[in-house]
Nanobody, 120 residues
Framework: QVQLVESGGGLVQPGGSLRLSCVTS????????MGWYRQAPGKERELVAA???????NYADSVKGRFTISRDNAQNTVYLQMNSLKPEDTAVYYC??????????????WGQGTQVTVSS
C-alpha cells in the first residue's frame, strides 16, 4: 500500500531546469525524512539530496548550489528543483522515504524512478 510516484523527468538542454515531484501514500509523510537518489548507467545509486521531517537539508557536493529539495506536508509531496543542469546529471532519479541520521540517509521505501536526460 506504500507508494511513491515520481514525475517531472524528461529531456532538457544543458543549463536548463527541471522540477521533479514525488507524491507519497501509505505513509505518515510529515514524520518521514525524504531523499532523492540518482543512478547513471554503469554507476552506483547515489544520494543527491535529503530533507528531514524538520526541513533540514543536505546535498551531494556535485549538486550543491544547483539543486533544491523541498517538501509540502499538506500534499504529501517532496520536490527536487534542478537548475543549471549538466550532462553529468543524466540519470534515473528515485524518490525515497526513510530516515536521515548523522550524515547518512537510510531508505525504507522507493519510487519507480523518473528519467532525466541532459543533452543538446
Amino acid at each position: 500500500q506504500v507508494q511513491l510516484v515520481e514525475s517531472g523527468g524528461g529531456l532538457v538542454q544543458p543549463g536548463g531546469s527541471l522540477r521533479l515531484s514525488c507524491v507519497t501514500s501509505g505513509i505518515i509523510f510529515s514524520i518521514r525524512d525524504m531523499g532523492w537518489y540518482r543512478q547513471a548507467p554503469g554507476k552506483e545509486r547515489e544520494l543527491v539530496a535529503a530533507i528531514t521531517s524538520g526541513r533540514r537539508t543536505n546535498y551531494a557536493d556535485s549538486v550543491k548550489g544547483r539543486f533544491t529539495i523541498s517538501r509540502d506536508n499538506a500534499q504529501n509531496t517532496v520536490y527536487l528543483q534542478m537548475n543549471s543542469l549538466k550532462p553529468e546529471d543524466t540519470a534515473v532519479y528515485y524518490c525515497s522515504a526513510g530516515r536521515y541520521n548523522i550524515g547518512s540517509f537510510y531508505p525504507n521505501y522507493w519510487g519507480q524512478g523518473t528519467q532525466v536526460t541532459v543533452s543538446s
